[in-house]
Structure formats: C-alpha cells, structure tokens
C-alpha cells in the first residue's frame, strides 16, 4: 500500500506561472503513471461518521484514490493496514478488497476519485 502524506511533500509553482514568482502552488501526489489508464467513473465528496467502518468490498475494473480532507482513519487494503489523517492519499488497485474505519471522535471527510478501465467500476462485495 502506498500512502503518500502530503505533509511530508514541498510546494512547487504550478507549470502554468511565472516559475520566479509564482500565484499559486501545489503539491503532487500522483503522477499520471502512477494511476491506471481509464476514465474517471466518479468524484464523491464522502463522510464516515463517528465509529463507523464501510463494508469491505472491491470493484472489478476500476481504481479508487482516497484523500482525507479531515480527521483519522485505519484503512486495510487486502492483507495490509495503514492509519490516514488529514492530508494523506492513498490508491487502491481494481480487485483489492478494502475497508475504512473511522478512529476519531469526529466525522471522517474525504474526496473519492474512481478511474475505470470500461466496466463502470462494477462492485464486489465480500460479505
């Protein structure tokens, strides 16, 4: 599982300014390599609340990326575990079963992006 915690990455001027002084800036947490040719299927603004976890699932053609706007959560992704907190990002590959629970006293926000290879992102769920 590669979690990328976008605390530990360094502001660069976006290509579109003046490289000298630039308006805006940003941080790369993916690079189109890194991310499964496809189209987006989906962007969600999700919330999990309070001691809650979703069930565990995977979907048959399509990737997931999680960035957690707030709050901190354990994530399981096959046979491994990782904790995200605001900031963090992480990808989760087509037919990799996962799982999230929420691990703090307040709602878990997060933006989904879903990228299919053509199956509309087909769900599976295990239980």
């Not at 599982?1 to 490289?19: F, P, T």
């Not at 709050?71 to 046979?79: E, Q």
């Not at 491994?80 to 037919?95: F, Q, R, S």
Request: hydrophobic share 40%; proline share 2%; charged share 30%.
């Amino acid at each position: 599982m590669q979690v990328i915690r976008s605390k530990d990455l360094k502001y660069i001027a976006a290509s579109h300014e003046d490289q000298d002084n630039p308006g805006v800036w940003k941080k790369i947490l993916f690079k189109k390599d890194e991310l499964v040719d496809g189209r987006i299927q989906m962007i969600n603004w999700a919330k999990l609340p309070v001691g809650k976890t979703f069930q565990a699932h995977f979907h048959e053609d399509m990737d997931e990326v999680f960035i957690i706007l707030n709050g901190k959560t354990s994530i399981r992704i096959n046979d491994e575990e990782d904790n995200l907190e605001k900031g963090d990002a992480v990808v989760i590959p087509m037919k990799h079963v996962h799982q999230m629970t929420n691990t703090c006293a307040e709602d878990v926000e997060y933006v989904v992006i879903g990228i299919s290879r053509g199956l509309n992102g087909k769900t599976i769920n295990t239980v």
